[in-house]
């Protein structure tokens, strides 16, 4: 395998921008990375485009390449729920790694066609599936609210603990410009936020409705020296896994999948836990983050809430958690969410974070975990 | 009590009591090979990948591992709101989710007894569903 190395990185702001195209947000980000990476169009030899589950656009890379310029390269589209984004990083960073290409271009664009609430449902998968949902029990907040009221019973967790959260990745996206939420909020408007599912309320979920656009240009080592900039940071590892049959069993309370993803992300690192300097993490509602605290390997399992209520997560903690504002605060429009959390740990490890810098962080790691059940882990280093 | 005419929410989930006196099951599958219990249904033993599955009924009282109160109504639902639902812990291995009736909101405790009963969704409808409600002491 060879060393891949992100060049450059660029994004669009995440929100809801009703007047924009979807090809005018994969542009932003698509020439945001080309010229951070100092590299032209020409130059990318293969793309990898996700977009969200909604989105029906056919081919939505080659429709948005095609109006960049035409070089007759490979493109990809997919779909993998909130793995979206870093599915297309996985593939993009393959296809450098195992030598088919020099230089890949990874693309997570999400551009609502309805909001959600008034998109026709996906056609359930089973009869079962179909019942759950006329039954109302379907949403994927419930099983969010589920876990909380476990952990609380299980480990004396508490719904301040969990708001905790929401308050210091709002914090966090209140200093970046490309984040959804950039108003920070208090424990107290958090607690009393719309009730959804009690004990969630409305601030310990993402926003319902969130576009975007994110892209990375990944590149062997070798062919970086092409592009002298003095700043490339280091793919360690990146891993997609699906569930396997020792973590289809673990329950609510806990994520094995993400677990076993990040054993395999730090084993072919070469690293631990006490190496990861911050973390990107998926936080869609406050307890997930609290989850893969312990997934991740920060606590031991029942150690979350403590984690997230001691301010150990925050910046200018032991370790940062979601410094852009995760999910939670930056967004989660899913078709690039996973493209976000590189461009974040990017801008940290370069130390261009501006306020929300991490000092001296030289190791960063994002993980996801989404719908199927599918989970990415991806390391980075300076 | 289920009365003549009601229809099931979907086939092959739960069977319907025609004794006085029956119980409502939720209708499971067995691996031959493993021994692992699924519900719904399944064709294929996920853990060991055979398709040697039999039909068999589920114990009709488990725990309640987990519950919440629904607030906001999903677009497919059109019963009464806010309503509750848990996860059902069975004692062959599956956990249920499933609506939760027969109860104060206030009075629902985590790893209580509760039953399966077989409810509308909704007053005019015919659509019966399993629900699970806290078995009285």
């Known amino acids: 395998m060879r060393e891949v190395v992100i060049l450059g990185i660029g994004m669009h702001k995440a929100g809801e921008f009703p007047d924009k195209t979807n090809l005018e947000l994969g542009r932003a980000a698509t020439f945001g990375a080309l010229r951070d990476a100092g590299m032209e169009f020409k130059d990318l030899q293969s793309a990898y485009f996700s977009k969200n589950k909604a989105d029906p656009t056919a081919s ?26 870093s599915s297309a990083f996985w593939l993009a960073y393959n296809a450098v790694a195992f030598g088919r290409y020099d230089i890949s271009l990874a693309v997570g664009v999400e551009k609502l066609v309805l909001p959600p609430s008034m998109s026709p449902p996906p056609p359930p998968a089973t009869e079962y599936e179909a019942a759950l949902r006329a039954m109302g029990i379907a949403d994927i907040s ?39 939420r950039q108003k920070e909020v208090t424990l107290d408007e958090v607690l009393n936020s719309l009730p959804i599912c009690d004990p969630l309320t409305l601030l ?16 062997s080592k070798d062919v970086a020296k092409r592009y002298q900039r003095g700043k490339n ?33 730090y084993n072919i690192a070469g690293i631990g836990i006490d190496d990861i300097d911050l973390i990107e993490l998926c936080d869609p509602f406050t307890v997930n983050e609290v989850i893969h605290y312990e997934d991740l390997g920060l606590c031991d399992q029942g150690e979350g809430g403590r984690i997230a209520g001691d301010g150990r997560t925050d910046i200018g903690g032991e ?34 974070a501006g306020p929300r810098q991490v000092s001296g962080a030289k190791v960063g790691l994002a993980h996801l975990e989404g719908s199927g059940p599918v989970a990415t882990v991806i390391i980075l280093k300076r | 009590m289920v009365e003549q005419g009601m229809k099931p929410i979907a086939e092959g989930l739960f069977t319907i009591p025609s004794l006085p006196g029956e119980q409502p099951r939720l209708i499971g599958s ?78 629902l405790e985590l790893d209580m007894d509760v039953e399966l009963v077989l409810e509308k969704i909704v007053e005019e409808d015919e659509t019966v569903t399993y629900k699970f409600r806290p078995v009285q002491a």
């Open chain 1, 142 to 180: 419930t099983r969010a609210a589920l876990a909380m009221r476990r952990r609380m019973h299980d480990y004396g967790e508490t719904v301040g603990q969990f708001a905790r959260v929401s308050v210091k990745n709002h914090k966090n996206a209140a200093h970046y410009p490309y984040a959804q």
């Open chain 2, 30 to 107: 067995k691996c031959r090979n493993c021994g692992r219990v699924y519900f719904p249904k399944e064709v294929v033993c996920n853990a060991c990948f055979q398709e040697d599955m039999e039909e068999t009924l589920l114990s009709n009282r488990g725990k309640l591992y987990s519950f919440t109160i629904i607030h906001q109504k999903p677009m497919a639902y059109s019963g009464p709101m806010p309503y509750a639902m848990g996860l059902v812990s069975l004692p062959e291995g599956p956990t249920i989710m499933s609506l939760l009736t027969g109860c104060d909101f206030e009075k």
């Open chain 1, 233 to 265: 940071i280091t793919v360690a590892s990146a891993v997609l896994r699906t569930a396997s049959e020792s973590t289809s069993g673990v329950g609510l309370t806990a994520a094995g999948l993400s677990k076993s993803t990040a054993k395999e992300a």
């Open chain 1, 60 to 85: 939505i890379g080659e429709m948005m390449l095609g109006r960049m310029g035409l070089t007759g390269m490979p493109v990809v589209n997919l779909e993998n729920d909130s793995c979206s984004g």
């Open chain 1, 319 to 352: 370790r940062p958690v979601n410094t852009d504002g995760g999910l939670l605060a930056r967004g989660h429009p899913s078709g690039c969410t996973g493209l976000y959390q590189i461009a974040e740990l990017v801008l940290q490890l370069r130390g261009q």
């Open chain 1, 204 to 219: 310990q979920c993402c926003p319902p409705l969130s576009e975007g656009c994110a892209a990375a240009v990944l590149c």
